[in-house]
């Protein structure tokens, strides 16, 4: 997450991009080993845009002196004003394998949630009814990594990971109008969405100041995540009869759609990962992403990176790039701090017909990220 990279034999600092793990873990750690001082590390995290929000709460909890350690968490996410935040929360367990190696599993569950819109307001004279569209999701997932280091004193020292993460993501949406009898739904439907994504990632150490890592990952989903959940010609059909103009239909649907693909974007892309300046804001379904970066450390207390990130989304929707910079500074043994910004630019895919202005064809953003971490 928001530590240090992955060190198999410093597991306590890994920090490979887990998501913000568990909402109660000052309530839970007692109930699960009676910790020792400094076998408990908690951290916490704000990541803040122009419309984007994300909040995490970590907690780490050593089971057996330098080999097993619990992972506790929880995410929270809201993509843009108007629509209610999503929340997750996650299990994991870390296994060091000797002085070299390390195995990690996580379990997470993302609360249901719906988005309601009104699509359509009652117009007088004609007063027909207003249609609402109303769409849900909610997630489960499990994910497995394996990491590797050298582990060594020379100069030049080298590691890598590899993760497989599947999630189950169902999605629900209907279409109402509201009558002087009531509001009855006029089409509703749930699709099941499942999307595996494995990634690697790799860091050189070259002496003790700097430090060159490279990480990519792609989605793979067992259908168009654009469709599924997503309304259909049927549905189209139904909105245009009660606007006798198809057109307007269309474009109603087709800007709420580029609202909810924000949402599901959020989603869908990193809900095992981390969630932050440095990782971007997923303006759609990611298909893949790659993230070189470099990294100095002037001394014991002080860390710099420097990180570009390229995303490619699912076909019709772009791509974007990343520029972020993040410094983390050590107060004292038990205290680490950090703060990042970045820069996006989206970057769409040119669209035509009656569609053509809806959606700017570029599109930047700023973000902040603010963190800490106590270990006791």
């Known amino acids: 997450m928001q530590g240090e990279p992955a060190s198999a034999h410093r597991p306590k600092a890994r920090g490979r991009g887990w998501p913000p793990l568990v909402l109660c873990v000052l ?57 209610p935040p999503s929340h997750v929360l996650t299990v994991g367990v870390d296994q060091s394998l000797g002085l070299h190696a390390l195995l990690s599993a996580a379990l997470q569950v993302g609360l249901p949630k719906s988005t309601r819109v009104e699509l359509f307001r009652e117009q007088p004279p004609r007063r027909p009814a207003p249609v609402d569209a109303t769409t849900g999701y909610a997630s489960q997932g499990a994910q497995v990594t394996a990491a590797w280091d050298s582990a060594g004193l020379s100069d030049v020292e080298f590691g890598g990971d590899a993760s497989v993460a599947v999630t189950r993501y169902p999605l629900s949406r209907e279409l109402t109008t509201t009558t002087a009898t009531g ?12 999307a595996a994504r494995p990634a690697v990632g790799g860091r050189l150490l070259l002496g003790t100041h700097w430090e060159l890592g490279a990480r990519g990952g792609l989605t793979l989903y067992s259908e168009d995540p654009l469709s599924a959940g997503q309304f259909t010609s049927e549905e189209e059909a139904t909105l245009s009869r009660r606007l006798e103009n198809a057109v307007e239909a269309r474009r109603l649907l087709r800007r709420f759609q580029s609202r909810i693909n924000r949402d599901l974007g959020a989603a869908l892309s990193r809900r095992l990962a981390d969630v932050n300046a440095t990782a971007g804001i997923p303006t759609a ?70 569609d053509a202005g809806d959606t700017p064809p570029r599109n930047r953003s700023g973000m902040v990220t603010l963190g800490g971490e106590y270990t006791f």
């Open 27 to 83: 309530l839970v750690t007692p109930l699960c080993v009676r910790a020792e001082p400094g076998d408990a590390t908690v951290a916490m995290e704000a990541t803040g845009g122009r419309d984007y929000r994300a909040w995490s709460l970590l907690g780490d909890v050593e089971l057996r002196a330098d080999s097993t350690f619990l992972t506790l968490g929880y995410l929270g996410t809201r993509p843009e004003p108007g629509t």
């Open 183 to 194: 509001a009855p739904v006029r089409y509703t439907r749930e699709d099941v969405l499942w």
């Open 285 to 354: 379904p990611a298909r893949f992403d790659l993230r070189p970066s470099l990294t100095w450390k002037p001394g014991p207390g002080v860390r710099g990176q420097l990180a570009y990130a390229f995303t490619r989304y699912v076909a019709g929707e772009g791509h974007s790039h990343l520029v972020s910079t993040r410094w983390t500074v050590r107060l004292g043994a038990p205290l680490r701090v950090w703060a990042a910004v970045a820069l996006q630019q989206d970057v769409r895919e040119e669209s035509s017909g009656e």
